[in-house]
């Protein structure tokens, strides 16, 4: 309850454009403890990996460096230059330890992105639909929001039409691989048309690789990267699926011209990560092929609830559409035609299983009949309760679909 006589202190104009996370507020699964999340896009709980990361800083801090100490702002210099190998070997960038910022989280790395390129009312194109939590962060910068089909778009049109017709983005953000929320991922000609379209007409690409590792089928690996293109790109990556999020371990890798300002914006924000954590996962990583059988073993894991989830919403919901993602965490999906995934949500949350309605993910003019259910954090065997109480849900639901309000 607000104080009546505290009055609020006025808020910086930023905060205006930036409502409540929508997430937050529309999950709430009420007092249930049989309740299945397909919302909150986490990686499988049974996945983090408390022993390990436990007996490495336990080695960290009986060393001679106990990671006790501030480190460098820019990040622990091995564990840059690691990552810089691996850029260079799984994502074709020319990567070098110089031009990798360790981040919390990639999270972190989106804003210190927009701290250095954007100005108020700056344009940023974003895919459509697009990852909520950067949409979230361009609106604290008071960016102009425009958003245009690109992984949907094979041939980038919509795009280059509006650059043609004058759009001048300062940015260009996106989801590169298995994105967040639909699970598409752009082939190798849009990264490449879409490296040359930043150069004509210059832009930043912002590449979001936060899945790029996570694919589930055989021979799946999405091709180079954008930045292995063109140095227009900024590309940003994560430990968060890969080893757990609570690490918080991203990290970002910037064209020579962008370095020194990112390392500024870095030392006022929070003069680093954690050291201690650092060298904890540079153990781990370096440990003789602990990270390919980490990969294999997350990558069946998730494939085996991806398939159940698409099997499970086939079988209970056979109007359901949707396209089973090639990786990542999330199917995209329309429940039945004409449903409103907004309109269900009131329903799914009383049966007990909950999702994020699609109209979260755009600026304006949502498909409302979209939603994002999340199979990263769903066990297998309670994949086909989630799509009863999903198919009940739609039995239940009002008709003609009154409108519940859930959001904002
Ligand atoms: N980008 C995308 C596309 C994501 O889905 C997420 C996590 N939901 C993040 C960035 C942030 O992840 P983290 O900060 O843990 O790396």
């Not at 990552?83 to 210190?112: C, F, K, N, P």
């Not at 699970?183 to 000609?189: F, I, K, N, R, V």
Request: glycine share 10%; aromatic share 6%; charged share 20%.
């Amino acid at each position: 309850m607000a104080d009546p006589v505290t009055p609020r202190p006025r808020l910086a104009t930023r905060m205006a454009g930036a409502p409540e996370s929508a997430i937050g507020s529309v999950l709430r699964l009420g007092d249930r403890t049989d309740a299945i999340s397909l919302a909150g896009g986490l990686p499988a709980s049974e996945a983090l990996i408390a022993a390990e990361v436990a007996a490495a800083m336990s080695e960290v801090l009986a060393g001679a460096a106990n990671g006790l100490q501030y480190g460098e702002t820019n990040g622990l210099p091995e564990l840059r230059e690691w990552l810089g190998r691996r850029l260079l070997t799984e994502r074709g960038i020319a990567a070098d330890a110089g031009g990798i910022t360790v981040t919390h989280g990639s999270q972190q790395a989106i804003d210190l992105v927009c701290k250095v390129l954007l100005d108020p009312g700056d344009v940023v194109v974003v895919d459509r639909p697009s990852y909520l939590g950067a949409l979230q962060v361009f609106r604290l910068f008071q960016a102009d929001l425009r958003q245009v089909p690109l992984a949907a778009d094979p041939d980038l049109a919509a795009l280059e039409e509006a650059l043609r017709a004058g759009l001048r983005p300062r940015l260009l953000y996106l989801v590169p691989s298995f994105a967040n929320p639909t699970g598409a991922t752009l082939g190798d000609g849009q990264r490449r048309r879409l490296a040359g379209l930043a150069e004509r007409f210059d832009f930043v690409v912002v590449e979001d690789d936060a899945y790029g590792d996570l694919w589930l089928d055989d021979g799946g690996a999405p091709g180079p990267a954008i930045a292995s293109h063109t140095d227009r790109a900024i590309h940003l990556g994560s430990l968060s699926k890969v080893l757990s999020p609570g690490i918080r371990v991203g990290y970002l890798h910037a064209p020579a011209t962008l370095r020194q300002p990112l390392r500024l914006v870095r030392q006022a924000s929070d003069l680093g990560n954690s050291d201690l954590l650092q060298r904890a996962v540079l153990i781990l990583l370096t440990r003789d092929g602990y990270l390919d059988d980490r990969l294999g073993s997350l990558r069946a894991r998730y494939r085996h609830r991806r398939d159940a989830l698409a099997t499970a919403l086939r079988q209970h919901l056979p109007d359901a559409e949707f396209t089973v993602p090639a990786g990542g965490f999330f199917l995209w999906a329309g429940f039945a035609p004409g449903v409103d995934a907004g309109d269900l949500l009131p329903s799914a949350l009383a049966q007990g299983v909950s999702f994020v309605p699609g109209e979260h993910f755009y600026v304006s003019t949502p498909d409302r009949a979209m939603a994002r259910l999340s199979f990263s954090g769903l066990p297998p065997e309670r994949a086909d309760t989630a799509a009863r109480r999903l198919a009940g849900a739609l039995a239940a639901r009002p008709r003609p679909s009154a409108a519940v309000t859930v959001s904002r």
